[in-house]
């Protein structure tokens, strides 16, 4: 389905923006980790026997359990995940909004699975990190020496009062996250609403969340699909975040808040968490400053608060208190947990400044490797992250910004032709046709 080549474009000047993007996938592939690693260098393989226990088979816990193998000489190396599917999740957004069939967002995680580990299909339930123990739904307790916790993030839609995933698909009821079958669902609420119009609402939720630029490029696609369609006059379309903040690096805030309400009349209501929805009457109701507020609606796209896992945000690993409090604690620059030496964690688990993004997760899972075989071997820690994250900002279909920063919030673009605060094709393109494939590089440990 993956079908958007423009089509008012020559064919050589096609081609030419082909090869300049695929070149920039490489690049992305193999020096975007430039600007988020520092100090690492490849070693020659570590002998050892220790036992490296891996939970969550996503992609940080692939990519990591890959460079581990390569890295390590005699270790026993197990990752623990009932989950036998792997999604693309980068891919979510496109499915929901109708670009992608749900097909091309699902794989198989025995695909990447390093031939030498111990799979556990089963789901930890339980962390005893002063025993070095986990404990599964299964009920096995399984010793580690040193553990890395890659585990992702819980949806909480039991924090939205009336709003359970089911609704998704019915009664203009749409969510983007989760899984490709909630993606499929959402277009079809989505498309439903781009054939007639009406009031549209897109909503963020207090805290972190995975991919926060997701909630963004769902509101500015749909939009673009009711000018397509011609009912984009017949709409309404208002974006709810928490507080006073569109995108957490300035530029692209600023000009967030200027370009949804004058370049493609969105309202922006600020100071506006969703608190319930009654899907049957399509109202939902906003927390604001100045006292509940209901909105009638023909299309809500509802993104839940998200946290740790409860056994991370309730037990030892999380923090225990702070901005971060209940997400992994762990120093933000070396992946190390701060409390037990032994434990490292990665990707969207983890308590940092920012980085819940799949790029993020190819920047910090060398970082992750290298230091803990340095961990292993006695060895100083060699690598740091620097909070480098990264987001192909959708604008609407054929152009986005490909916005890349890090903790200190500052620009790091990888291409210098490529201005990141100017909607281009070439962005587009990198998500659309590119991105997928350095992902299952970053997989299998090759990026």
């Not at 792997?86 to 995680?109: C, F, K, M």
């Not at 291409?415 to 997928?436: C, E, N």
């Amino acid at each position: 389905m993956k079908n958007n080549a423009p089509t008012n474009t020559s064919r050589r000047r096609f081609l030419t923006n082909s090869a300049v993007a695929a070149g920039a996938a490489g690049v992305a592939a193999s020096g975007i980790g430039a600007t988020g690693l520092l100090g690492s260098t490849p070693a020659k393989a570590v002998s050892t026997n220790a036992h490296i226990v891996i939970v969550g088979a996503g992609a940080a816990g692939l990519a990591i359990a890959t460079r581990l193998e390569r890295s390590l000489d005699g270790a026993r190396i197990t990752l623990i995940d009932s989950r036998e599917v792997h999604l693309y999740q980068p891919g979510l957004t496109l499915v929901a909004t109708g670009i992608w069939d749900p097909s091309d967002v699902e794989d198989r995680n025995a695909r990447y699975m390093p031939g030498s580990a111990e799979w556990i299909k089963d789901d930890v339930v339980a962390f005893n990190p002063d025993n070095n123990q986990v404990e599964t739904a299964g009920g096995q307790n399984v010793d580690y020496d040193y553990l890395v916790v890659t585990t992702g993030l819980q949806l909480n839609f039991d924090d939205i009062e009336g709003m359970e995933p089911d609704l998704i698909g019915n009664n203009g009821v749409g969510c983007v996250y989760a899984n490709p079958d909630h993606a499929r669902r959402t277009w079809q609420a989505a498309s439903q609403f781009i054939e007639t119009g009406g009031v549209g609402l897109f909503t963020r939720p207090p805290g972190p969340i995975k991919c926060a630029g997701a909630p963004l490029k769902v509101t500015m696609l749909i939009e673009h699909a009711l000018r397509e369609q011609g009912t984009r006059e017949a709409s309404d379309l208002h974006y709810l975040p928490p507080g006073e903040g569109l995108f957490s690096q300035p530029d692209i805030h600023d000009f967030l808040a200027s370009h949804f309400p004058e370049d493609r009349n969105i309202t922006i209501d600020w100071s506006h968490p969703l608190a319930a929805i009654d899907a049957e009457r399509r109202e939902a109701t906003f927390t604001t400053p100045d006292g509940p507020s209901t909105m009638a609606y023909d299309f809500i796209h509802v993104v839940p608060p998200m946290s740790a896992p409860d056994m991370i945000r309730y037990g030892d690993l999380g923090w225990q208190e702070g901005k971060f409090q209940g997400w992994m604690e762990v120093d933000q620059y070396s992946m190390q947990h701060r409390r037990y030496p032994n434990v490292f964690g990665a990707g969207d688990v983890v308590g940092t400044p920012i980085g819940k993004t799949a790029a993020s997760v190819k920047a910090q899972a060398p970082v992750v490797a290298d230091n803990l075989v340095a961990t292993i071997a006695g060895q100083e820690m060699p690598a740091a992250w620097n909070g480098y994250t990264s987001c192909p900002l959708i604008i609407e279909k054929g152009q986005a910004m490909l916005v890349e920063f890090d903790f200190d919030l500052k620009m790091t673009p990888s291409f210098s032709f490529l201005d990141p605060y100017k909607a281009q094709w070439a962005p587009w393109f990198l998500k659309d046709r590119m991105l997928h494939a350095a992902y299952n590089a970053m997989l299998r440990g090759r990026v």
